[in-house]
């Protein structure tokens, strides 16, 4: 069975830094994307990135300012947000998901076919 699970959300003053990470279990996802979602009260899940299989790398959506980095460790089903100088407006729950097809550099909520719990992130100013 799989299992995602996000961690490292909190309270954090604005301007400053966090680091999410999400770890997949149950089976190997070497070559499926992996990424990064948040939703905020009321909106709509917003794609933040995401990293390509084994030997690939990360890609952002247009609308990504350059505050957010991914990273991933394939063999360790591992992925990782770094978010600096956040805002107020960063306050969501950020989720992690796979993609659920092979090879797919997936950018929409209908593309990951996992999904874990959620991991809230408040920025108070």
């Known amino acids: 069975q799989v299992h995602l699970v996000e961690s490292g959300g909190g309270l954090v003053q604005a301007g400053g830094s966090l680091r999410l990470s999400c770890v997949a279990s149950g089976r190997s996802f070497s070559e499926y994307a992996m990424a990064w979602f948040r939703q905020a009260p009321g909106r709509e899940r917003e794609f933040l990135g995401g990293n390509t299989w084994s030997g690939g790398g990360p890609y952002y959506p247009g609308s990504v300012k350059g505050r957010f980095t991914i990273s991933r460790d394939t063999p360790k089903n591992t992925i990782y947000l770094q978010i600096v100088s956040l805002k107020p407006e960063d306050t969501a729950t950020y989720y992690c998901?796979?993609?659920?097809?092979?090879?797919?550099?997936?950018?929409?909520?209908?593309?990951?076919?996992?999904w874990g719990q959620g991991t809230q992130v408040t920025v108070s100013s």
């Open positions: 998901a796979v993609a659920g097809s092979q090879w797919v550099p997936a950018t929409t909520p209908s593309e990951f076919a996992y």
